[in-house]
């Protein structure tokens, strides 16, 4: 029964170019949330999506950041023109409808030089 | 605002050493306070779910506890594998729809 996957593990990119952080939830689940994680901070909420809708995009910067939940396929969220402070660990979690409890895949760290 | 403080931000025991973990928060709405425990370079891996004052919920070593202001992890006779940090987080019904509120977590050290 496999777990909430995120790909790549990790993710290096240079100023100014695109990240996509890739996100297959726990099977039978059909709600995803993101969440960035800064050194010595703790988990802050970006997104929460269903197939096909953003349901709340209240954690997420108003630029250069989006996400989507396709019908078919993982969640995506993408960073355009990313700079250093973007450098964090990503995580996604997913929940079966109906529940608040949310399981965490393992993330993706992102390192931008 | 809505805010959640876990104390203390680190603490180390020996094994054998029964202690608490707190986790004091605030906010409009409790729909569930959940704890999470985190090893290096992973994911949260979910603990416990509490909904209301006075639910508690136990897991091998580790006991749950809810108040109206607070949540307590109760750690019995702990053993090295034990050490990670644990994270409190609560989902609200003000602003952030189901997104979840974590504090910055308590880093349990366990010595032989």
């Known amino acids: 029964n496999a777990g909430v996957m995120q790909n790549p593990r990790h993710l290096v990119r240079r100023r100014g170019q695109e990240a996509r952080l890739r996100c297959s939830p726990m099977k039978g689940h059909s709600h995803v949330y993101w969440y960035r994680q800064l050194p010595e901070e703790g988990l802050k909420f970006m997104v929460y999506l269903q197939k096909e809708n953003i349901i709340d995009e209240s954690g997420m910067p108003k630029e250069r950041f989006s996400a989507e939940f396709p019908k078919e396929g993982p969640s995506i969220l993408r960073i355009q023109q990313v700079v250093r402070g973007d450098s964090a660990a990503y995580f996604c979690a997913s929940s079966p409808s109906g529940t608040h409890e949310q399981y965490f895949g393992p993330g993706t760290r992102l390192t931008v030089t | 605002e809505d805010q959640v403080t876990q104390s203390p931000e680190a603490l180390r025991l020996q094994e054998g050493e029964s202690s608490s973990l707190n986790c004091s928060y605030t906010?409009?709405?409790?729909?569930?306070l959940f704890w999470y425990r985190q090893d290096p370079g992973k994911g949260p891996e979910f603990l416990f779910t509490l909904y209301s004052a006075g639910e508690e919920k136990e897991k091998e070593r580790l006991k749950a506890t809810l108040t109206k202001k607070e949540s307590f992890l109760h750690i019995t006779a702990p053993k090295p594998e034990d050490s990670a940090t644990y994270l409190c987080?609560?989902?609200?019904?003000?602003?952030?729809?189901?997104?979840?509120?974590f504090g910055k977590g308590t880093h349990l050290i366990i010595q032989p």
């Open positions: 906010v409009s709405g409790l729909r569930g």
């Open positions: 987080a609560f989902s609200g019904s003000g602003g952030g729809a189901d997104g979840l509120t």
